[in-house]
């Protein structure tokens, strides 16, 4: 039951990352922005404020 709940964010984090790579927001299917931040470059989504989806980027 445990090796099953860890596949399951696995699964969730790819799904993630792939919506990160085509510039929509994992949570709302919103755009993702580049934005400069106090601490460097993020991607945000472009719903911001409503969704406060962000990902760093370096
Ligand atoms: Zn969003």
């Known amino acids: ?3 099953r ?3 399951t ?3 969730k984090q790819k799904q993630t990352e792939q919506h990160i790579q ?3 927001c994992p949570k709302c ?3 993702l ?3 400069k931040g106090k601490y460097g470059t993020f991607k945000g989504c ?3 404020p409503k969704c406060k989806f962000t990902q760093s980027i370096g």
């Open 1 to 3: 039951m445990k090796k």
């Open 5 to 7: 709940h860890v596949q």
């Open 9 to 11: 964010i696995r699964t």
């Open 22 to 24: 085509q510039n929509r």
């Open 29 to 31: 299917g919103g755009v």
């Open 33 to 35: 922005i580049v934005r």
């Open 46 to 48: 472009s719903n911001y």
